[in-house]
Nanobody, 123 residues
Framework: QVQLVESGGGLVQAGGSLRLSCAASGRTFSRYSMGWFRQAPGKERELVVGIRWSDGSAYYADHVKGRFTISRDNAKNTVYLEMNSLKPEDTAVYYC????????????????WGQGTQVTVSS
């Protein structure tokens, strides 16, 4: 497993942007697929986007396609989530997660989690 620490959350107005970062420990970061999940109050945790370690391909949830972009810097052991055109419904705690699998859309494939960072979008 890897240790994950998210940062970059905050309060932003609707239409604004934020960039989340997730720093990972360990020397094998490049062999982990990474995902961003979110959980709003009273709702289940849901996948936002995942990126495969094998080829860098990504899977985006429909509700963020065209607005959010995931990227990774293996030299810095960091994965990023660029969020644009934010909406109030994007308000949630955002979690970074790591998986040794390439099945990045499946919650059960992730076995390391960060503590989460709050994103609040005001209308």
């Amino acid at each position: 497993q890897v240790q994950l620490v998210e940062s970059g959350g905050g309060l932003v107005q609707a239409g604004g942007s934020l960039r989340l970062s997730c720093a990972a420990s360990g020397r094998t970061f490049s062999r982990y697929s990474m995902g961003w999940f979110r959980q709003a109050p009273g709702k289940e945790r849901e996948l936002v986007v995942g990126i495969r370690w094998s080829d860098g391909s990504a899977y985006y949830a429909d509700h963020v396609k065209g607005r959010f972009t995931i990227s990774r810097d293996n030299a810095k052991n960091t994965v990023y989530l660029e969020m644009n055109s934010l909406k109030p419904e994007d308000t949630a705690v955002y979690y970074c997660a790591a998986s040794r699998s390439v099945y990045i859309s499946a919650y059960r494939e992730y076995d390391s989690w960060g503590q989460g960072t709050q994103v609040t979008v005001s209308s």
